[in-house]
Each structure stands twice: as structure tokens, then as C-alpha cells.
């Protein structure tokens, strides 16, 4: 999913900022206002980082989410912040998965159901370029609270989990602007989730396991890289 | 009602038969008769006593200690530990692939003034060379060993093995503290088939899984006191099954039953179990549970394989051709392996020398995808002698050694400890708790199958129909614990042995030292967190 959301990110950017250039970079579009509220919704698809544990689990590495929220823009639309509320688009915002057992790098499914909800709510703030009246490149970053919860059958209370930590995100995109108040926007973007994963279960195992402390890191971070379409309402 | 009037009918009819027609049932031995014969389906079901508080089964009771000496006596040992005697005239060699016929028997007749090369059994990799009986098997070895590595694996005397116990669902709540002591309630919630879909073989001393009437000529002895007991003659044996582990109504539980003790004989694929130690353990792994009666077991759907390499005193006294040797062991594991049993529980073992024949077997039922549970040993007050064949468990991924816990999770007195215990699983003790503190399963009622452990004045015809719920304690009774556990874990989906052995092993409830530890291994099995696995995160 991700390899032809960015190509076509690269593509769109690289199409606008040809006479965006010639018209001179920074230049704000001249009907924007000193400020702006522009609540937005969203659908994203996250390539998760800890691919393995998300393998054995669920039986794939990448999920669905769909969300909203406010973005503001000032200086003329060129800074913007923004915070974002989205969950898992599935039935009941679950992913449904069995526990497991790893023995030796291989994974036994034990058939016991196991649910996990992930829910972030996400501040950010970046600059918008504008290098064409319909076409703004966007960088970011921000930090988010991660709800994360996993509930198994047959667990008494203590086995299940109800948590929520601190991560960061970075993205880069492009809005287009497919009307005076409507805009599109398309990036890709990066979560950094650390303190879920790691310390128990599987992620623990997989953590361990590998020989690659990249790879061990990957497993303990809830996060990932993402591929995100928001729908902007305002100038 | 009527199925038992009938099968009482036909089981007079042959008894009545056999009185005139064959001469008296007691009395003069006619040795022209059949020594030896089994009726099977001829019978009535046991008469079933209930709840017992016998103490005779714990390692250390007097009656285990003399049932031992007197099956040591038949075999015309002289008294030294079984587990270090070896079968005379015998000589287990494992000859290279390679070396030619001639090589081989070069080397042989090299080695031994009498050895000749026995036509190779079934299930077995290994020749049996027999030998004089006045012909050292150990010297013969070590020269094979020694002069011939280029033609010879390996060459072992064959040494006997021995029972790890030395001989000894209303009760559930009241009696089997054992259950719940491995968490095993909340991982039947998890798995409630039970291991429907495994076959455990049980290579033991045989199953009472059948009814059957059973006709012998039993032969005067004499004892390890050399009290001398009188023929009993020709003499009608009735025969039950354990209700609580093959009910009438699904005999189709037990799958390719195997007697290695009288193999070579029409009595092969009935390995009726004589000493009441295989009934035992099975039940511990798989009785009839959730019924309403008696106690309950652990995987008790699981598909039973009776494989009998055990030898009892009355195997003896009834003519059989084997012993309980290390090659007719390693010819049931293979055995077992090769007719699909996923789980080998084996709650025997000897000390003494390595078993090599049996340490190709294990590699081999383990390379075959089965699961192995093998008793520690119960000698840990008797000089905590290294068991040989719980010894090789600790060298190979998929099979575990499993030590005793008493009730209070303590180590069991008796449990032999060293660096290859893996595990530890409730074994029980009589010592400080009286027979509450053992575990109970169905079996034989001794009072009425051992009456060679009465005086000779005494001493009459065994019945086999007597059945009660027994307190036996050793690590023949842990091991069924993790052969249990092991099945339903491989019905839950972990179906590779080595991984069972990790689940096992990393889910176990630490005890005694910190971590890994001589006494219990890695500690106390946890069914419920074996089954349980592993989540994302938790």
C-alpha cells in the first residue's frame, strides 16, 4: 500500500513544484486568511514496525485507521498545527487475532481469540510550502498519546492490558486544493510508539529473538509508517 | 443386566469346558496343557472397591520394596538393584550401515566365543546377539567397543529396566489434589477435547483394557526369602478392564496395543497389564473424566497405546519370553513412533551404564514428531543414582525428565535430583501426609493380585477383576502429569516435540533455587500457562 501512495506523492509534487517554482516559492496563496480552522477527517493505513509480532498475531502486518480532528493554520496559511483522533477501521476498532507461541523463531497458533484496539490522539504542527495556489507540500511533527488495549479469552484481569503512552510523529505530504474550501491531502507518515511492546508476550519473544537490535527495536515500538488521505473543510 | 448374565454364561461354559476336558484347575501341573492363554471378552466387569487408603505403593513401603525382590528373585538376579542387572546371555550391538556381513561377524566371534546374531526383531535398528549365559555380555561390549569401531556403533549388555514407582470424578475434589495443582481446571476451559485428537502411547507394564479370562499354569517359586510357594496349577484367572479408562461403550480409545514382554508369541497384541503400574499411569493421563465416577484424568479424550515392556511377577510365573531390557524398551519406543502415538509417556528407567539402544530410540520416536515424558527416578534417598534413561531426556529437544513434588510442592523425598531433572510435576508422598498425600487413579486392587506377598500358606490364585482407586507415589506418577499436559498442548496447536518441551519449560512455575535448579528442572508444570501462550504485548 505504501510503495504507490508515496509514488504518487512524489509524483503530484514534483508536477506542482515545476511552476510553483517560477512563480516563486513561500508565496502564500493571496486569498489565504491570517488564520484558519479546517477540521479535517481522515483514512490511514499503517504498516506497523513490529512486523513479526503483528505477523504472528494477527497474520498481517498493517491496518486500517479512520479519524478526524482541527487543524489551524496561520502566518497567511503557512505554519499549521493540528490534533487528530483516529482508530482502527475495523468492525468493533479491533484487530483480531490468537495467541501464540514462539518456539525457536516459529509460531504456533493456539487458537485462543485475542483483541487489540490501538487509539491515537495526536498534536502536530509543521510548515506548509506553498509552491502553487492548488498544491501546498507539508512537513511535520508532533507527539501523541496511544491508547493501546489487548483483551484474550480466557484471561483473568491482570493478563489483559489497558495503556496509554507518550509517542512522536513526523510526516510529509502535499494538500491539494480541490476547491476554495475543500483540500486533499495525501502523506506519508511516521509514529514512534515505544513502552507497549517489548516487555511481555510476543513482541518480548521477537525483541529477544532477533540478533538485529534495529530489528529488536522495530519489535518493541507500536508504531510504524503510515499512508494517510485527509479531507480538509476550509481555506 | 443381560449382556453380563451372558458373558457369565459363556465364561461358566468355558470354565466348565476346561474342567473336563483338560483335567482339575488346581492341582497337578499337566505341563502337555498350554502353559499359558487368554480368553479375551470373556469376562465380567470388575468389581470395583472404591477409594482405598493402601500405602503399599509409595517407593519406600515395605510390600514395593518385597514385590521388587521377588520379581528380582524369579529372574535369579542376586539381589543387586535391578536397574544395574542386565539379562544374561544377550548382547544388544547397533553394527555400522556400511560393514559387510562378514566384517560383522568377524568382529563378533572376535569379541565372544558363543555370539551369534539373532534374526532381527521388529522396530528395532539394533541386532540381539545371544550369548552363553556364562558369557560376560559387559566384557563382550567393551571389546566389540574397543577392537572393532570400524564395524560396530555401538554394543550394550541388555539391561533390565524397572517401574519408577517402586511398587505402590467424586474423588476428584475430595482426593486428586494433583489436578489442580497444575493448573489444570482453567487449561480444560481452554481445551476442553482434551486431546481428542492424540494417541498417547503408554510403554509401561500393559493396560487393563480388556475383559478377558485368562488360563495358566503357574509353577511353584520360591522368594527373595527363599520361602518356597507351591504350583498353583492350572488355574482360571478372571480379567477386567479399568472402566475408568476404556468404557464398554468406546473400546475403540486403544490403538494398537503392543506386548514386548510376550512378543513372539499369539499373545503379542494383548498387553494385559498383570502388575496394575501401566493402569496407573494411564489413568493419570487419560481416565474417564466429567462422568461422575471415580477420579479424573488429565487428557482424558486423548487415544491410549498400550505398549507393554514392563514385566511383572506374574508375567513371570505365566511363562513369559521377555524381560523389561533395554532393547525390549527401545523396540517399544520405536514401536510406539511407528504406529502414530504423538506423546510417549515412559514412567520406567534404570541406573547403572548408558543405553545407547535406548538413546537411538528416543532420537528416533522424537525425531517422528512424538513427545516424551520419562521418570527422573525415585532414588534420591538411595545414593541419588544418575537414571539412565531420564539422563538422556536432558540431551534431547523434545523429550523431559520429570522430577516429584509432594502436595505441599515440595521436593518429593524420594525424587531423584541432578543436572538432567527438566521438569517437576506432582509426584506425591505418603511420608508425612499418609495416602491422602499420593495420587489416586483406578487399578488393581492388591489384596487381590499380588498373593505372592503373602505366606506360602496363603498364597492362592490372583484375580484381576478387583479394581479399586489406588495412592500410588513416585515420579512415575509426575511423568503422566507432563504426558498429559504435553497432549493437550499438542492438540492446542504446539505440535513440534521441542516445542512443547520449551512451552513446558518456560511456563513452569519456578520452585526451590532461582531458576533452573537439580531438584525441579525448571520448575513445576503449569497447564494453564502453557496453554495460554503468548499475546501481542501481555
Known sequence: MKRPFVGTLALLMSSAAAPATAQGVFAAAPAAPSISLRPFVEVSNEKFLATRTFDAIFGETSARFWGGGLQVTVLRDRVYGEVGASRLLLKNAELVGQRVFISDGKVYKLGIPLRSTIAPLEISGGYRFHVHPLVVPYIGAGFGSYHYTEQSDFADAPENLDVTHRGGTFQAGVELRAHRWIGVAFDAKYTHVPGILGSSGASQQFAGDTQSSAQAKREKDLGGWAGRLKVVVGR | ?538
Not at chain 2, 519406600?60 to 524369579?74: F, T
Not at chain 2, 536397574?83 to 556381513?101: H, M, T, Y
Request: charged letters at 20%.
Open chain 2, 1 to 538: 443386566m443381560p449382556d453380563a448374565r451372558a458373558r457369565l454364561a459363556v465364561a461358566m461354559l468355558i470354565a466348565v469346558s476346561l474342567v473336563a476336558f483338560r483335567g482339575p484347575l488346581h492341582g497337578d501341573q499337566r505341563y502337555d496343557d498350554p502353559p499359558f492363554l487368554i480368553l479375551p471378552g470373556v469376562g465380567l466387569p470388575a468389581v470395583n472397591v472404591g477409594l482405598m487408603q493402601d500405602e503399599s505403593h509409595a517407593p519406600d513401603a515395605p510390600e514395593a520394596l518385597h514385590r521388587v525382590a521377588i520379581r528380582a528373585g524369579l529372574r535369579g538376579d542376586d539381589g543387586a538393584r535391578p536397574a544395574a542387572s542386565f539379562r544374561p546371555g544377550r548382547l544388544i550391538v547397533k553394527f555400522r550401515d556400511e560393514a559387510p556381513d562378514v566384517a560383522r561377524l568377524s568382529a563378533l566371534h572376535d569379541a565372544s566365543t558363543t555370539g551369534t546374531i539373532a534374526e532381527r526383531a521388529s522396530h528395532a535398528d539394533f541386532d540381539v546377539v545371544h550369548l552363553s549365559p556364562d558369557e560376560d555380555p559387559v566384557t563382550a561390549a567393551r571389546l566389540l567397543m574397543d577392537r572393532h569401531g570400524d564395524v560396530v556403533e555401538y554394543a550394550q549388555p541388555s539391561y533390565r529396566m524397572h517401574t519408577m514407582f517402586t511398587p505402590n470424578d467424586p474423588y476428584y475434589a475430595s482426593n486428586q489434589w494433583n489436578l489442580p495443582m497444575i493448573d489444570l481446571e482453567r487449561a480444560w476451559d481452554i481445551q476442553p477435547a482434551a486431546g481428542s485428537s492424540i494417541t498417547v502411547a503408554v510403554v509401561d507394564s500393559g493396560l487393563a483394557y480388556q475383559d478377558a479370562m485368562i488360563i495358566a499354569n503357574v509353577p511353584a517359586f520360591r522368594d527373595d526369602q527363599n520361602r518356597r510357594y507351591p504350583p498353583l496349577g492350572r488355574i482360571n484367572i478372571p480379567y477386567s478392564a479399568a472402566r475408568q479408562v476404556v468404557s464398554a461403550a468406546h473400546p475403540e480409545r486403544i490403538v494398537a496395543p503392543h506386548d514386548f514382554i510376550w512378543d513372539g508369541t499369539s499373545f503379542a497384541t494383548m498387553p494385559f497389564d498383570f502388575d496394575g503400574h501401566g493402569t496407573h499411569v494411564s489413568g493419570t493421563i487419560g481416565q474417564l473424566t466429567n462422568d461422575g465416577e471415580g477420579t479424573a484424568g488429565i487428557a482424558f479424550n486423548v487415544k491410549l497405546m498400550p505398549v507393554k515392556v514392563i514385566d511383572s511377577v506374574w508375567d513371570f510365573l505365566f511363562g513369559a519370553p521377555n524381560e523389561a531390557t533395554d532393547d525390549v524398551v527401545a523396540r517399544g519406543v520405536r514401536y510406539a513412533a511407528d504406529n502414530g502415538a504423538k506423546i510417549i509417556n515412559m514412567s520406567i528407567g534404570r541406573d547403572g551404564p548408558p543405553a545407547p539402544v535406548v538413546e537411538d530410540a528416543i532420537k528416533y520416536a522424537v525425531g517422528k514428531g512424538a513427545f516424551i515424558a520419562i521418570a527422573a527416578g525415585n532414588g534420591f534417598e538411595d545414593g541419588n543414582p544418575v537414571e539412565v534413561v531420564a539422563e538422556i531426556a536432558s540431551r534431547v529437544k523434545g523429550a523431559v525428565s520429570v522430577a516429584a513434588v509432594d502436595r505441599a510442592r515440595n521436593h518429593a523425598f524420594y525424587s531423584t535430583a541432578g543436572p538432567y531433572v527438566e521438569l517437576a510435576a506432582p509426584g506425591g508422598a505418603i511420608r508425612g501426609f499418609g495416602a491422602s498425600g499420593a495420587v489416586y487413579q483406578q487399578t488393581f486392587n492388591f489384596d487381590f493380585t499380588d498373593t505372592f506377598l503373602l505366606p506360602p500358606a496363603q498364597y492362592h490364585a490372583p484375580r484381576f477383576d478387583v479394581m479399586g482407586y489406588i495412592p500410588y507415589s513416585g515420579t512415575s506418577m509426575a511423568t503422566p502429569h507432563v504426558t498429559g499436559v504435553a497432549a493437550i498442548l499438542m492438540q492446542q496447536g504446539i505440535t513440534d516435540p521441542a516445542a512443547i518441551e520449551d512451552a513446558l519449560e518456560k511456563t513452569a512455575i519456578d520452585l526451590g533455587v532461582k531458576g533452573r535448579d537439580d531438584q525441579f528442572g525448571f520448575g513445576l508444570i503449569d497447564a494453564r500457562n502453557a496453554m495460554f501462550g503468548l499475546g501481542l504485548a501481555k
